[in-house]
């Protein structure tokens, strides 16, 4: 099972990130005895909040850290900064581990939101990284995760989603419309 996670994760990674990659903008991963001081990587980076590395973030500067916040290892961040793109995660966050971030429009994740392992949350569908769109290219659009939100292993939470506050996403699922407060959501895709 573990396994498995690790492989749906590696694809999610290949497709988010290596296939939007501009040759310009090269990410970079922090390696844990060369964590650099968060306030000069982050637009914000709260009091008490930690990121376990190895991390590969491209885009620091347009994300915003809450204070007492945990992002695990192995996590990847992509922010498309030039097109004034931001993430934002709220106070008292938990990301397990393996989580990927694809923002090329805006994330703003809650606060006391909890991450599973391998879960991803992406505002575009292949515009990061590129000079523009392609016609085949679906639309993107902002995410918005409530507070209080669950969001279970390999979750991935899609573009132009608002997630309410105190909702349950269960492992494995794929959100791609918006999810009601304090409900509970499952399934491939999860029904509208």
Do not use: K, Y
């Not at 903008?25 to 709260?46: D, K, S």
């Not at 007492?68 to 581990?97: F, K, N």
């Not at 995760?145 to 794929?174: C, E, H, L, N, Q």
């Amino acid at each position: 099972m573990i396994r498995r996670l690790r492989q749906v994760a590696t694809a999610l990674r290949r497709t988010f990130v290596d296939g939007f990659r501009s040759p310009a903008r090269i990410p970079f991963v922090v390696p844990p005895e060369r964590m650099p001081p968060p306030h000069t990587a982050f637009a914000r980076f709260g009091r008490g909040s930690r990121i376990e590395a190895p991390l590969t973030i491209d885009g620091a500067a347009a994300v915003e850290i809450g204070e007492q916040v945990l992002i695990d290892d192995d996590s990847t961040i992509v922010v498309e900064e030039a097109g004034g793109a931001r993430l934002v995660i709220g106070d008292r966050t938990r990301i397990g581990p393996g989580f990927v971030a694809v923002c090329a429009c805006g994330i703003d994740i809650g606060a006391n939101v909890v991450v599973g392992r391998f879960a991803a949350v992406t505002d575009s569908w292949g515009w990061v990284g590129r000079r523009g769109a392609s016609p085949v290219d679906p639309p993107g659009g902002s995410v918005t995760i409530g507070d209080d939100v669950s969001i279970g292993d390999g979750a991935t939470v899609g573009p132009g989603v608002t997630v309410g506050r105190g909702a349950v996403i269960g492992p494995g699922a794929v959100v791609l419309d918006d999810v009601a407060e304090s409900s509970t959501v499952f399934g491939n895709p999860v029904p509208a």
